[in-house]
C-alpha cells in the first residue's frame, strides 16, 4: 500500500544504515531520490554484490558532485520541495558542504532533517570512525556474545547495529511526519546514533543484569533447552523451552523427567546457570534421531521447536511460501516489505455480512 505516496524523501546516505531506512519509504510508496557524487557512487556498488540492488532498486537516482555550486543548486532546489531529508555522513560534512541543519532550514522550515551517524552529533567518539562491530562493542553488545564461558565474538550474522538505527530513524522520522500532519508545525532536526540505537536493544539485558546482581557472563548467557542442536541427518533443530510449561513437556517428551527433580534446573534463571549440563544432555538426546522425525514427534505435544533453515534453505519453507515473505528472482532470493497492510473497510464489510447472515438465520 502507497501510505507514503506524496512524501518526497531525499537521500544522501551509504552503505547499510541510511539506505535501508530510505528503502523503508520507498517500500511504503514515497519518492525517494537517492543522491550520489559522481566518483563511483554509493560504495555498496562496488564492496557487497547484490546489496545496492536490494536498498535502491525502487528510488530514483542523481548524480550530484557537492563541492560543485551548480551541483549545490539542484540540491537546493530539490531540498526546497522536499518533506525529509535522510544523511549518513560524519558530523561536521554537511556543515562543511553548505547542508547543515541550519542552513537548511532556511530553504525549508517544514523539512524534517534526519543524520544517522556512528556516534551521535556530539560527544567524546562523535568524529571517531567505525563499522557495525565498534557500535556493538561501545553499546555492550559484544560484551555479551560468544560462548557463555568464552570471550566476545564477532559472530552475529546481521549488522544489529546498522539496522537498528535504520529502523529508529524510520519510526523517528515517520513520528515527525505525523505530527507535522497534525498540528502544521515546523520539521525537526532527527539526531540518530548507530550506537545508542544498538544500546537501545540492550535495554531488557541491561535491566535483567542489574535486577540479578550483576551475575557473571557465564551465568548471565547460559541457555539451557534454548539453542540449536545437530540431528541425525546433520541438520539443525532450534528448542527454546524459556516457560516451566514447555520445559516440563520437553523432559517428559525425550526422557529427561529426573531434570524436573532436580532443584539445580526449576526455574529459567537456573537454567541459564545450569545450561552446560543441560545441553550437554539435550545434545546427546537429538543426535539419535532425523530432523524430520523430531519435528513430528515435538509437533505431537506443542512446543517451541523449529528447524533451523540456511539461506538455500528459504525459498522451500512451507510457511514463508505461504506468507509470499520470500520471493525468487532469477538466480536469488528477495525479501518483500515484511508487513501485511489491509484496509479496514474490508475487514468492517465481512462483519456486515455475518452479521446479516446471522439475522436471515
Not at 546482581?213 to 539443525?236: H, I, V, W
Not at 552446560?276 to 505435544?301: H, M, P, Q
Request: proline share 4%.
Amino acid at each position: 500500500m502507497g501510505v507514503l505516496e506524496g512524501i518526497r524523501v531525499v537521500d544522501l546516505t551509504n552503505l547499510l544504515p541510511g539506505p535501508f531506512a530510505t528503502n523503508i519509504f520507498a517500500e511504503l510508496g514515497a519518492e525517494v531520490i537517492k543522491v550520489e557524487r559522481p566518483d563511483g557512487g554509493d560504495p555498496s556498488r562496488q564492496m557487497v554484490p547484490g546489496l545496492y540492488e536490494m536498498l535502491n532498486s525502487r528510488k530514483k537516482s542523481l548524480t550530484l558532485d557537492l563541492k560543485d555550486e551548480s551541483d549545490k543548486s539542484t540540491l537546493r532546489k530539490l531540498l526546497r520541495e522536499s518533506d525529509v531529508l535522510i544523511e549518513g555522513f560524519r558530523p561536521g560534512v554537511m556543515d562543511r558542504l553548505g547542508f547543515g541543519k541550519d542552513e537548511v532550514a532556511k530553504l525549508n522550515s517544514e523539512l524534517i532533517y534526519c543524520s544517522i551517524s556512528g556516534y551521535g552529533q556530539s560527544g567524546p567518539y562523535r568524529d571517531a570512525p567505525g563499522h557495525d562491530l565498534n557500535y556493538l562493542a561501545v553499546s555492550g553488545i559484544l560484551g555479551i556474545s560468544g560462548l557463555p564461558n568464552g570471550g566476545p565474538e564477532a559472530a552475529g550474522g546481521i549488522q544489529i547495529a546498522d539496522l537498528a538505527a535504520s529502523l529508529y530513524a524510520t519510526i523517528s522520522v515517520l513520528g515527525a511526519l505525523l505530527n507535522k500532519a497534525r498540528t502544521r508545525s515546523n520539521g525537526v532536526y532527527i539526531d540518530v546514533s548507530l550506537v545508542e540505537s544498538a544500546l537501545a536493544l540492550m535495554s531488557p539485558r541491561i535491566a535483567e543484569y542489574y535486577a540479578r546482581n550483576e551475575p557473571a557472563k557465564s551465568d548471565f548467557m547460559g541457555r539451557g533447552a534454548y539453542g540449536a542442536y545437530l540431528t541425525k541427518d546433520g541438520q539443525y533443530i532450534s528448542i527454546a523451552c524459556v516457560e516451566e510449561k514447555f520445559w516440563e513437556t520437553f523432559c517428559e517428551t525425550v526422557g529427561m523427567k529426573e531434570f524436573l527433580l532436580d532443584n539445580l534446573f526449576n526455574s529459567w534463571t537456573k537454567r541459564m546457570e545450569n545450561a552446560e549440563i543441560i545441553n550437554r544432555k539435550i545434545e546427546a538426546i537429538i543426535i539419535r534421531k532425523t530432523l524430520s522425525e523430531w519435528l513430528s514427534i515435538f509437533g505431537e505435544v506443542d512446543l517451541p521447536v523449529s528447524r533451523v533453515n540456511m539461506i538455500n534453505d528459504l525459498s522451500k519453507d512451507p510457511h514463508l511460501k505461504h506468507r509470499n515473505a520470500i520471493i525468487e528472482e532469477g538466480d536469488c532470493l528477495r525479501v518483500p516489505f515484511p508487513v501485511k497492510m489491509h484496509r479496514m473497510e474490508a475487514f468492517s464489510q465481512i462483519g456486515h455480512l455475518e452479521n446479516t447472515e446471522r439475522k436471515g438465520d
